[in-house]
Nanobody
Framework: VQLQASGGGLVQAGGSLRLSCAASGRRAFSSYAMGWFRQAPGKEREFVSAISWSGGSLYYADSVKGRFTISRDNAKNTVYLQMNSLKPEDTAVYYC?????????????????WGQGTLVTVSS
């Protein structure tokens, strides 16, 4: 599967952004669990959120819980990350990833395919 993330940009603290990740490939998008990760400058990549293949199970890092919402539209082969109440510490490159085993893991090593990343910058 090929993943294309978009929607990043510059936003003031307290603002919102919606990231999208469009998938393409031979295998059905609905068979993958999907995740969002982020990497800030000088830091390791960290888990943000994950969603099961059906969308019935959602997972969030404590740092974004209550502010971010993950969703997917299997008919459009797209997963979304709605980010509200953004903080400067949310500044990072955000990556979407696909897990072909469907585990909805919080571990980056469990994901098989990665998008190119989209930069989110939150100014104070």
């Amino acid at each position: 599967v090929q993943l294309q993330a978009s929607g990043g940009g510059l936003v003031q603290a307290g603002g919102s952004l919606r990231l999208s990740c469009a998938a393409s490939g031979r295998r059905a998008f609905s068979s993958y669990a999907m995740g969002w990760f982020r990497q800030a400058p000088g830091k390791e990549r960290e888990f943000v959120s994950a969603i099961s293949w059906s969308g019935g199970s959602l997972y969030y890092a404590d740092s974004v819980k209550g502010r971010f919402t993950i969703s997917r539209d299997n008919a459009k082969n797209t997963v979304y990350l709605q980010m509200n109440s953004l903080k400067p510490e949310d500044t990072a490159v955000y990556y979407c990833a696909a897990d072909s085993w469907g585990t909805s893991s919080t571990k980056a090593s469990e994901y098989d395919y990665w998008g190119q990343g989209t930069l989110v910058t939150v100014s104070s």
